[in-house]
């Protein structure tokens, strides 16, 4: 069966300070992959979507980048980190093709300070 | 532009009755729906989805209901039971590898 990590659970880091949140799905192949945020009291925002190896589509334009090293690694950065980064970012797959639910890592919650 | 409206933040029902959770959307080009289920501190789960071609999708105690015309749809679940509470979100998506967009999200809480 498929599965889905994200690291850490629960992230603090200063203003200013660099990002990466790390996401990997085990048993399936050729999966599409998404970065959500959800911030306080709104809902969730799709971030970045990727249908393959090095293929990113940004939603949002921020201080964030997504990137795909490997074909079921999906890897979230920041090179500066903003007081409005705060959040709760998921991670989440869908097999390749259209009309295909989402299935969502844990999160991680990330706070600014 | 908020695409997707769920105008209900909290829904009490009592245990064993029925619980309808609806959602407004403003996109005529979604043509799948999907629901899912949040706990506190875990991802949402996938819980029953529709294509805009039907009407009517039933799963166990799940049914969600779309009105095309109405551009909304809803979601039923009876009996209600404890574990059911959690933020529901309804999140259509346009097909292909688009992200899905997410409503505001329905707390429900079910009472004894």
């Known amino acids: 069966s498929q599965t889905i990590h994200q690291w850490p659970a629960t992230l603090v880091q200063p203003v200013g300070s660099p990002l990466s949140l790390e996401c990997t799905v085990e048993?399936?192949?050729?999966?599409?992959l998404y970065w959500y945020r959800q911030a306080a009291g709104r809902g969730l925002q799709l971030l970045f979507y990727?249908?393959?190896?090095?293929?990113i589509s940004s939603e949002v334009p921020q201080n964030l980048s997504a990137s795909r090293p490997q074909d079921r690694q999906f890897i979230l950065s920041s090179k500066k980190l903003l007081l409005s980064d705060s959040g709760f970012y998921l991670c989440?797959?869908?097999?390749?093709?259209?009309?295909?639910?989402?299935?969502f890592g844990d999160g991680t919650r990330l706070s600014i300070l | 532009d908020q695409q997707v409206k769920q105008n209900s933040p909290s829904l009490s029902v009592q245990e064993g009755r029925i619980s309808i959770l609806n959602c407004d959307y403003t996109?005529?080009?979604?043509?799948?729906f999907l629901w899912y289920k949040k706990y506190p501190a875990e991802g949402p789960t996938f819980l029953i989805s529709?294509?805009?071609?039907?009407d009517k999708n039933e799963d166990g105690r799940f049914t969600v209901f779309l009105n095309k015309s109405a551009k909304h749809l809803s979601l039923h679940i009876v009996p209600s039971q404890p574990g059911d509470s959690a933020v529901y979100f309804c999140a259509p998506l346009k097909g292909g590898a688009d992200g899905l967009t997410f409503g505001k999200g329905t707390h429900l809480i079910i009472q004894p």
């Open positions: 048993g399936t192949s050729n999966p599409n």
């Open positions: 996109n005529s080009m979604f043509d799948y």
């Open positions: 529709i294509s805009s071609i039907k």
């Open positions: 990727s249908v393959g190896i090095g293929q």
């Open positions: 989440a797959w869908s097999d390749e093709g259209p009309s295909q639910p989402q299935h």
